[in-house]
Nanobody, 129 residues
Framework: QVQLVESGGGSVQVGGSLRLSCAAS????????MGWFRQAPGEEREGVAT????????AYGDSVKGRFTISQDNAKNTVYLLMNSLKPEDTAKYYC??????????????????????WGQGTQVTVSS
């Protein structure tokens, strides 16, 4: 019902920037929130940034606060992740996710990947020193 396609990953040096895009298609009834998650080899998937699409309430993982910004373009059904001041520990595969989740949970609770049913294929981000 919902298809997500990520783009914008790549290789960058420490301190550099990248902007990831996630284009959603399908019935918008099935999602009111979207998020970015990442997973490094041997690690669990962790929440990076999330957003409720109605109102724009956002939340960020502690490790990216002040460096990453999530934003939306409703006209394009697209969510972006601007990543600044990248560090080697940001190296991971980044996934976009979407679902319909109660507003009562609050954006910070959306950092739990278990809340999302719709996932993209991921895009690799590699930060080298």
């Amino acid at each position: 019902q919902v298809q997500l396609v990520e783009s914008g990953g790549g290789s960058v040096q420490v301190g550099g920037s990248l902007r990831l895009s996630c284009a959603a298609s399908g019935d918008t009834y099935f999602y009111n929130s979207m998020g970015w998650f990442r997973q490094a080899p041997g690690e669990e998937r962790e929440g990076v940034a999330t957003i409720y699409l109605d109102g724009g309430s956002t939340a960020y993982g502690d490790s990216v606060k002040g460096r990453f910004t999530i934003s939306q373009d409703n006209a394009k059904n697209t969510v972006y992740l601007l990543m600044n001041s990248l560090k080697p520990e940001d190296t991971a595969k980044y996934y976009c996710a979407a679902d319909r989740i109660s507003y009562g949970l609050g954006a910070s609770r959306l950092l739990d990947p278990g809340l999302f049913d719709y996932w993209g294929q991921g895009t690799q981000v590699t930060v080298s020193s």
